[in-house]
């Protein structure tokens, strides 16, 4: 006792109407976008030195930004770094990307769950030692600890924290 409801028949003109409009839509947010990317070149300077020398891809003005903020959150917004805020960020880069590195190849490449003792003991063992490694208070103000959203690196006893790179 199937009941058919009514719908109105879409009609050829209807379809080409509604892919038109999408068509519309969709480049006033490609015209946005490519706005905003024009705005960032033109405020950062390591995009605006570098755009006379060829043009720049998307992704590079987007990372340019993202290491011009990097760098004035570090000096607090003076544009003078702190060496050592920014050796210690670099350091916790470059560890956190080696722990991500560690967690995917147990996790995918071993198969190991994330009860497993080993797993949970090394992962441990790597939360302390980045406890041990954390800066001095003035380079800490700079560089906040987060705790990691993934669920892998979450133990007993709770979630590992590594420091925010920023």
């Known amino acids: 006792s199937h009941v058919p409801r009514s719908v109105s028949p879409t009609t050829t003109s209807q379809i080409q109407a509604r892919k038109k409009r999408r068509g519309i839509i969709e480049k006033r947010r490609r015209d946005r976008i490519n706005s905003s990317l024009s705005e960032l070149r033109r405020l950062v300077p390591t995009a605006f030195e570098k755009q006379g020398s060829s ?4 992704a590079e003005i987007l990372q340019m930004t993202v290491d011009h903020l990097k760098m004035l959150h ?10 050592r805020a920014l050796a210690v960020d670099y350091r916790s880069i470059g560890f956190r990307e080696c722990l991500t590195e560690v967690v995917r190849y147990l996790g ?5 769950n994330t009860a497993d003792p080993i797993r949970l003991r090394l992962l441990s063992h790597l939360n302390n030692y980045v406890a041990e490694m954390e800066p001095s208070p003035v380079a800490a103000s700079l560089l906040p600890v987060q705790t990691w959203p993934w669920s892998f690196l979450h133990s007993a006893a709770g979630p590992m924290q590594v420091p925010r790179r920023e």
């Open 55 to 58: 043009k720049l891809e998307k």
């Open 74 to 83: 570090a000096t607090g917004g003076t544009g003078f770094l702190d060496a």
């Open 108 to 112: 995918v490449l071993e198969g190991q």
